[in-house]
Structure formats: C-alpha cells, structure tokens
C-alpha cells in the first residue's frame, strides 16, 4: 500500500540537484524533465499533483477500501474518486531505488510532444550564441534519472527512513478512517431503525386519530341522551350533604333540568333501562331538596322576627340570592311553598306594624305649632302659640299662620331621608304639621317600594303578580291604617291652610315617586290620604272666608264722622297682608296646578270676599273719593307686590287680576 503512495514522490531526490539549463534559450520550465513544447500538453498517464500524499495514491488505497465498504453496506453517502491511469507505482520506486532502465522507453515515449501555436508566441533567449553554434554545443542534457543513479548509499537510507515514517502514519491514518467508517456505518443503521421507528409511530397516530374521531362522533350523538339519564355523583352529594350557596343553587337548576327531561321522556311509549333506574334516584333528590328548602326558609324567616334587625338586608342577601328555591318549591311541593308563603307574610305584616308603630310614636313627641280657628284672616287678634301633638297643651313659640317663608324648602330638598325614631324623641324644636307627615310618609314609601320589588322578584314567576298584589295588601294593611290614623290625628283640627297644601303637593310627590318606580300597590293609600287632606283643605279655606266676611259684616253701614275720617289712614289694612301672604303661599305651591284643583276654586272665592271688604271699608273715607280710592290703590298694589315673584299660570292670573285693579284706581287717583 505504501508504494502506492511513493508514485507522486519521485522527483523529490533530483529536485535536490536540479537540472541545468544556461544553454537553452527557452524560457524557464517546470522540473519535470519534459521538453520545452510542454506546456501545451501534460505527460500522459501522470497525475499533475506532485505532493507527498498523491491523490492517486490515495484513490488507489483507502479510497478504493472505503468505496467497496460503502458498496457492501449499502450507504447512501456521497462518494468521490479519481482514476489513476498513470504507469506502475512499483517500476517507478524500481528505478528510483534499483536505477531500472526499464522505465526509460516509456518516459521517452511519453516525453514526445507537439508543437502548438501557444509554443510560437514564446521567445526564446540565445544569448551571445547564434542559432548554428547553439546547434553545434557539446552542453550535455542533465536527466532526472542520471541524477537518481548519482545519489548515494546513505540518502537511499535516509529516504527509505521517512518513507517508512510516512508509511506509519499512512497506516495510523487508516486505521482512524476505518474507526470513522464503522461509527459513520453504525449511524446509518441507527437512523435506519429511528426512520422505521418514525413510519411505525405515523401509522400508529394516524390509526388513533381515526379512532378518536370515531369516538367523537359518537360522543357527539351519544352525549345528550346519556346527559339525560344520569345523575353526577357530586350533584347528589351536594344536594344531599352541601352547604346551601351558589353551588348548591347550580346543583339544584341541574336536578330539576333532569326531572323536566324524564317527565317529558317517559311520557312516550317506550322506556329504556337508563330511564327506568333514574326515576326512584330523581323521586329522592327531589324530595331531599325540598327538604333542605323548607329548613332554609324557616331559618329566614325566624332571622326576621329577631330584636333590631334590618329586614331589607336579610331579603338581599339570603331571600333573592336563593329566589330560585321557592320557584323549585312551588313547582314540586305547591302546597307547602303556600304554607311558607303565609308564614313569610305574617311575620313581615307583624315586622312593619311594629317597626311603624315605634316610629309613629316616636313622631308624636315631635312639637308642633297648633293653628285653631282664631288663626283666620279675619281674626284681628289672632294669638301665636305652639303646643304639641298630645292631649295636654303648653305655649309653644310665635309663629305666622300665614306666611310660606322656608317652609317651602321641604319640597325642594334633596335630602330623601326620614328622621330617625331617635333623633324625632330628642328633637326639642317646634315645627308645623308637614314634618310629622312627610317622614312617616317617606320612611312608609321607601318601605312599601322595597318590600313590593322583594315580593315580585322572590315569588315570581311561581306567583302571579295579581296573588303577589294581594300579598302585599295583606302585609302592609296595618302600616297603612296607622299612616292614615296619623294623618288624621295631625290634620283634622288644623286650620293651617299652608301646612295642609304643603302636605297635598307632598302626597302627591309620593305618588309620582310610586309611578316612577312602578309600584301600583300603593295607590289606595295614596288617594285615601289625599281624602283626608284635600276636604280639610276646603274646610280651612272657607273657615278663612267666612272669616272676611263676618268682618266685612261688622263694618259700619254708615261713614263715620268728619272728625274721625280726618284720623283714618290710607295705608293698607292688615288684613290686606295676610291675605298676601297667604295666596302668596298658595300660589308658590301651585305653579304646575291645573285649574281642576280644589284649591282655584277656594282662592277665587277668598279673594271676591277680600275685594268685597275693601270695597266697603273704603266707604268709611265718606265724600273724600280721592282718599278712598289711594287706600284702595295702595292695597291691591301691596297685594301685587307680594305675588309678583310667583310664576306658573295660576300666578299669571291673579296678578293680571289686581294688576287691573291697581292701574283702575291710580288712573282715579
């Protein structure tokens, strides 16, 4: 194997001792021992590599074993090879060594050459000789092979040495190329068997992907009916032992969804096994659920009985939040969600006749201003004097029966909160008849409004809404007699015209609140107090009428003396300012009143009785007709400045009425 190699090593001992060629007028050529016309065509049979290692050598070795190992296992790597169709590497190490001639013919036949036109071009260098005395020179050729006889003894050692050395590593080379050939080998088959592993796994997957679509498929028209004919074990669990919450509330809508769809499959004809076995476990659920129903509402409904507690909050949170238990209950056992249903009733109709109670007390120690029959228009020595709402009465502050000041601002504020039962005992201020009125009233329809939307949210849809209006009226029937007996108790010896009117628009407020929050239930109370209020209004108003009347009654029919015309004043009388400031008052409370109201027809009517007592107390100034009518001029203008701020249609009216009035009497004056 190793001469193989030594091939392409030839010309490496006479490369020591090149060849001369000073005679030659060629230009330089290669060491190969070719003639000059070289160039244009390489010796035939000689790899034009010139290195230690040849690659023809190479090709002809380890190539050609690793090609026929590639060939025998089969491996699919790319593999590259070079032909060497040189002369035997053995007769050339012959010569080498031995100085064989018998290597000589076919170098002389292979150094014949041909001249090209390349060779033409070149120019060639004779010197100082002519192109005959170069012909006629004795300068011998030197031969690469005469220089290889020449070498002696003890350089063929020193080469022989190396070739040795490289014929080991050469070996050493193969060795590792054959360690690399068998790992390479080794991990073909193992890819091999991965590659296999890898078409079984594909056939595998493709296999349980058409089995699991299969199974889908299935599932798919399997699912509902299996659904349908099966109980989770964790619903019964839940149902049976669970804590009532949200997930027992799921668990529950689960079990009746399952009651409905066997009702409703068992009705047919036939009747498989599945349905057969889930009845009896159904029957039970059913029965367990209403159960715990019945034991959680009477737990609610105990809560609501105890001392101090907020109703509203345990309706929240433990009623509505669990609506859907009486829905089922009414649905599986109607008779006793009934039974619960009146207990719930009677214990709210207890909580709120009560709790309304205690407040109507609490209201009544309120003090307030007592307005009797001597606060009328025509009383000229009406007394200022409070009391409270009780059967004993003590002199309370001043105040004006007549006058709307702030009292007003009670329908104008923002703040829809009632007093408190302990604020309401501590208060030692007097007010006037609407404060009782309005925070009973206020704290009653905050309540009726809440317990009429706890009652359509918590038994509807299992309770028409017309059985749930009879509920209600059963519940708050009390509370609703005792808001009138104190409506009652507070307005029927009054003869506060603005309290009773600031009282009717407050009522009325309530009823648009209970329209705005659509709760009809209310409407009865609402329309018996404006009973109560609207004709005790009338009675005031005429007792305020015939008041003026009697007064203007008791006037003299005859002008007084001369002497005592001469001290009557042209300033307006006082009664003239109270009647201001009534009508002033009513109006202002009536600036959206239509012309149907009671209250029109009763202003009209005071005012014709004041215009009439004007008129015939004018008479007292005799024959002084310019003094009589600037006292006339000077009330109706009084009575004009007082409602000139008023707005509303009502308004408009009465002061284009003693608008008229003054403009008659100054263009008199």
């Known amino acids: 194997m190793w001469l193989d190699r030594l091939a392409g090593q030839s010309p490496s001992p006479a490369s020591s001792q090149p060849p001369s060629r000073a005679y030659s007028p060629a230009p330089p050529r290669s060491s190969s021992g070719l003639g000059p016309y070289a160039s244009s065509q390489q010796r035939p049979g000689i790899t034009p590599r010139s290195s230690s290692l040849s690659l023809a050598s190479a090709d002809s070795s380890t190539s050609s074993q690793l090609v026929s190992n590639r060939k025998a296992t089969g491996s699919n790597l790319k593999q590259t090879t070079t032909a060497y169709v040189g002369p035997d590497p053995v007769d050339i190490l012959a010569a080498l060594l031995g100085g064989n001639s018998a290597l000589a013919p076919d170098l002389s036949q292979n150094a014949i050459t041909s001249i090209t036109s390349n060779d033409l071009n070149d120019v060639f260098d004779f010197g100082a000789l002519s192109l005959h005395s170069l012909a006629l020179s004795d300068e011998p050729q030197p031969s690469g092979l005469n220089n290889t006889k020449l070498q002696s003894a003890e350089e063929h050692e020193q080469s022989k040495a190396r070739f040795e050395d490289l014929h080991h590593s050469i070996e050493a080379c193969d060795k590792i190329l054959a360690s690399v050939e068998t790992n390479l080998a080794s991990f073909r088959n193992d890819l091999a068997t991965v590659s296999a592993d890898i078409e079984t796994l594909q056939a595998r997957s493709a296999t349980l992907n058409i089995r699991l679509e299969n199974r889908k498929a299935v599932e798919k028209g399997l699912a509902p009916a299996v659904e349908e004919i099966s109980v989770s074990p964790v619903v019964v669990a839940k149902i049976a032992d669970g804590h009532v919450d949200e997930a027992w509330v799921k668990a529950l809508s689960e079990i009746d969804k399952k009651d409905t769809a066997y009702k409703k499959s068992s009705s047919g004809l036939e009747r498989n096994k599945g349905l057969q076995d889930l009845g009896p476990l159904l029957e039970k659920l059913i029965q367990k659920a209403i159960e715990r129903i019945r034991d959680f509402l009477v737990a609610q409904i105990k809560a609501l009985r105890s001392p101090h507690i907020n109703a509203q909050i345990i309706q929240q949170q433990n009623f509505l939040k669990f609506k859907e238990l009486y829905s089922f209950l009414h649905k599986h056992h109607a008779t006793l969600a009934d039974e619960i249903c009146l207990a719930y009733m009677n214990t709210m109709r207890w909580y709120y006749a009560n709790q309304f109670a205690r407040y109507e007390n609490a209201l009544k120690k309120i003090k307030l201003h007592v307005l009797d029959k001597l606060d009328v228009l025509g009383n000229e020595d009406t007394s200022r004097r409070g009391a409270v709402l009780s059967s004993s009465r003590i002199a309370g502050p001043p105040h004006d029966a007549f006058s709307l000041g702030r009292r007003v601002d009670i329908l104008r504020t923002s703040n829809q909160a009632a007093i408190s039962s302990y604020l309401a005992e501590e208060d030692q201020s007097t007010h006037y008849l609407e404060t009782p009125f309005r925070n009973f009233n206020l704290a009653l329809i905050d309540n009726i409004s809440a317990e009429y939307t706890f009652l359509a949210s918590f038994f509807s849809p299992a309770l028409s809404y017309s059985t749930i209006s009879r509920h209600f009226a059963y519940i708050f029937e009390p509370t609703l007699q005792l808001g009138q007996a104190l409506t009652k108790s507070v307005v029927s010896d009054t003869y506060d015209a603005i309290g009773l009117l600031l009282s009717i628009r407050l009522n009325q407020h309530f009823q648009f609140e209970l329209q705005r929050r659509k709760i009809p239930?209310?409407?009865?109370?609402?329309?018996?107090?404006?009973?109560?209020?609207?004709?005790?209004?009338?009675?005031?108003?005429?007792?305020?009428?015939?008041?003026?009347?009697?007064?203007?009654?008791?006037?003299?029919?005859?002008?007084?003396?001369?002497?005592?015309?001469?001290?009557?004043?042209?300033?307006?009388?006082?009664?003239?300012?109270?009647?201001?400031?009534?009508?002033?008052?009513?109006?202002?409370?009536?600036?959206?009143?239509?012309?149907?109201?009671?209250?029109?027809?009763?202003?009209?009517?005071?005012?014709?009785?004041?215009?009439?007592?004007?008129?015939?107390?004018?008479?007292?100034?005799?024959?002084?007709?310019?003094?009589?009518?600037?006292?006339?001029?000077?009330?109706?203008?009084?009575?004009l400045t007082i409602i000139s701020d008023v707005g509303g249609k009502l308004a408009t009216e009465e002061q284009e009425h003693f608008e008229g009035l003054k403009t008659a009497y100054q263009e008199a004056t």
Not at 532 to 538: D, E, H, Y
């Open 521 to 639: 239930t209310a409407d009865g109370y609402i329309n018996g107090t404006a009973m109560l209020l609207w004709p005790r209004l009338q009675f005031v108003m005429n007792a305020h009428c015939e008041s003026v009347r009697a007064l203007t009654t008791t006037l003299p029919t005859r002008p007084p003396p001369k002497a005592e015309q001469a001290k009557l004043s042209t300033a307006p009388h006082v009664v003239t300012q109270r009647f201001g400031q009534l009508i002033h008052a009513i109006l202002s409370m009536s600036t959206e009143a239509g012309d149907d109201e009671p209250v029109v027809t009763s202003l009209r009517r005071l005012r014709s009785e004041m215009e009439a007592f004007l008129t015939k107390y004018s008479t007292a100034f005799g024959t002084d007709k310019r003094k009589r009518e600037r006292f006339l001029y000077t009330n109706y203008s009084l009575i």
